[in-house]
């Protein structure tokens, strides 16, 4: 039983509208799910992928009125996105200067070539080649030629103060390997560990920066709310579940989506960490080629449509 790698993760915008245009036009990945916080349908929940909705591939965020986060350690502090070689990032890179995105040029980091930046609202991303491993699954209507789309989502930084706890969930309960660690860049010498899922590559790859001297990160719009780790299949969720009962780790206990099943807990450091199957995804109340064109509620929120509607502001999409 094992972790396939990233799921999805989920951050925190306090924009809508101009998320959607910077996520679909800017970077141009497709919303392939127009739906709300099942735990407050006051706010949209705005799911980014490829072009088939992908496991893995799903960035998606929050709709909360709030203020900027306070940037700081036990945090999830920046996200990869994947593409399929330099070539790619050379294009991202003039891209990104001439949609006037401030970034800090194509570098090496960990044996691969990067390019950081960050959103609107100030959420860290990072272009990362990938190397091509894998298929990739283009979307057709994207503003992006079809060679330099974001494949997926990996690798996910964190930051702790004390590597030690996090470590021994990720390896005794998580089932993750220790393959190696870096520094952070040439003038931040700042320990970053690597643990590997499944079959390892920077689909399935979790980064943890040590970082003691940083105060504790505030929540708001630009932050991350939680990662998501794909299991295959309901069984293997089941199998999961009672892992982390056995495990002694308080968790909210199986939680259906409706689009996937979940688990949440948070690791020792406090960041929230997510299980979630690949089955049955997002097309399970639309067709694949309707995705993300109108307001999706699971079963149990339908009865309510009207007024969930009335309380979310458009789009304007």
Known sequence: ?????????TAVTAHASGNHAFYTRTLGLRLVKKTVNQDDVSAYHLFYADGLATPGSDLTFFDWPVQPERRGTQSIVRTGLRVG???????????????GVKHDGVTLRDGRATLDFEDPEGQRLSLIDDGRRGPSHPWAESPVPAEHQIRGLGPITLSVPDLAPTERVLTGLMAMRHVRHYARSAKD?????????????????LHVAVEPGLPKARPGAGSVHHVAFRTPTFAEYELWARRLAE????SSGPVDRFYFRSLYFREPNGILFEIATDEPGFTADEPLEKLGQKLSLPPFLEPRRREIEEGLTPLGI
């Open 247 to 250: 495990f002694g780790a308080p």
């Open 85 to 99: 070689g330099e070539a790619s990032l050379q294009w991202w890179a003039a891209h990104l200067t001439e949609a």
């Open 189 to 205: 010498q700042t320990s970053v560990h690597v643990y590997e899922m499944g079959e390892g590559g920077p689909a399935a790859e």
């Open 1 to 9: 039983m094992q972790l396939l790698g990233i799921h999805h993760l």
